[in-house]
């Protein structure tokens, strides 16, 4: 279609200009990190089922996975994190 604004144009600056417009329009895409995700999900089930002390995945998370640029790994990491804490005392 071809809009009146455009008519005297160079069609290749029209088809640039199209082009940058819907390039901004894309949809933002996320980084997926295949090895981040393995590892923190090993990490998680070590950590549920005592094989991994808080202190351990503690130093993963600060060392590979706070602020991941996988959102998925950040945002699961730090759910996880906020599950646990080693500084409170029990009675047990």
Aim: hydrophobic share 35%; net charge negative; glycine share 4%.
């Amino acid at each position: 279609m071809h809009h009146s604004r455009d008519r005297g144009k160079d069609p290749r600056a029209v088809a640039k200009e199209t082009r940058d417009v819907a390039t901004r329009l894309k949809p933002t895409r996320y980084m997926v990190d295949h090895e981040a995700r393995q590892a923190l999900s090993l990490a998680l089930r070590r950590l549920v089922t005592g094989r991994m002390t808080n202190d351990e995945f503690d130093d993963l998370y600060y060392g590979s996975w706070v602020n991941s640029s996988d959102r998925a790994v950040d945002v699961i990491a730090t759910s996880a994190y906020c599950l646990y804490s080693s500084d409170v005392e029990t009675d047990h």
